[in-house]
């Protein structure tokens, strides 16, 4: 009975030691916090969309704040640069994404939740065309009514890539390169040298 009796009096010591040692930490939830209004976007234009990079982008709505730094604006999950800030409007510099069904986001400093607008079209502003390798150097360049691209490149060459993109050689010139090409009357193809001299094809 006394074995018994030491065993409860070791254990409820040690509970007890146990017990009181647990830290107590501060709480960090300010129940007097009062957050800013949850921001609500209305409307984005262009409504058919704008170019990614380059392309200036305005959002509609309340509760924006007027310091341009504050707000932080997503296209996609990446950050576009808000270039000016009012309460009910924001323009921003559309970020380096693209797609037909992109979501806004909008967080404000000193609101809890984020707003969203969906969906939002972010176009490329340049693609890659005619095929050229990374060897190829392309000098003067003319355009014909039919939207066919002529290009000069180095080695007396002058092609022609057709409005899908097709490349085909089209004719050889005089000088390893033209300076410039303009497409004239008739159809026929003019370029000049680095001397200034003309010439048709």
């Known amino acids: 009975m006394k074995k018994i009796l030491t065993i409860i009096i070791v254990l409820s010591l040690a509970i007890a030691f146990f017990t ?13 916090y009062e957050s800013k209004p949850t921001p609500i976007i209305t409307s984005v234009e262009p409504v058919d969309g ?13 509760n924006f704040s007027a310091v341009k730094e504050e707000n932080h604006v997503y296209f ?6 808000t270039l000016s800030a009012s309460e009910t409007e924001l323009i921003v510099l559309a970020p380096n994404i693209t797609g037909d069904s992109l979501t806004v986001k909008l967080r404000v400093d000193g609101a809890i939740l984020f ?4 969906p939002y079209k972010l176009k490329l502003a ?11 150097d392309a000098y003067g360049i003319a355009c014909d009514i039919d ?4 290009v000069s490149l180095t080695g007396k060459k002058i092609v022609k890539i057709t409005p899908e993109g097709e490349q085909h050689d089209y004719a050889t010139s005089s000088f390893d390169k033209a300076s410039a090409m303009k497409v004239g009357p ?3 193809l003019y370029y000049v040298n680095i001397l200034n001299y003309m010439f048709r094809v």
Request: hydrophobic share 30%; with cysteine; glycine share 16%.
């Open 126 to 136: 340049a693609i890659e065309y005619g095929g050229f390798g990374d060897y190829d």
């Open 115 to 118: 707003t969203e607008y969906y």
């Open 147 to 150: 939207e066919n691209l002529y």
């Open 186 to 188: 008739e159809g026929y």
């Open 76 to 81: 996609g999950g990446k950050k576009a640069t």
């Open 50 to 62: 704008a170019f990614a990079v380059i392309g200036e982008v305005a959002i509609k709505g309340e």
């Open 20 to 32: 009181g040692c647990e830290k107590e930490y501060p709480s960090i939830w300010n129940p007097e």
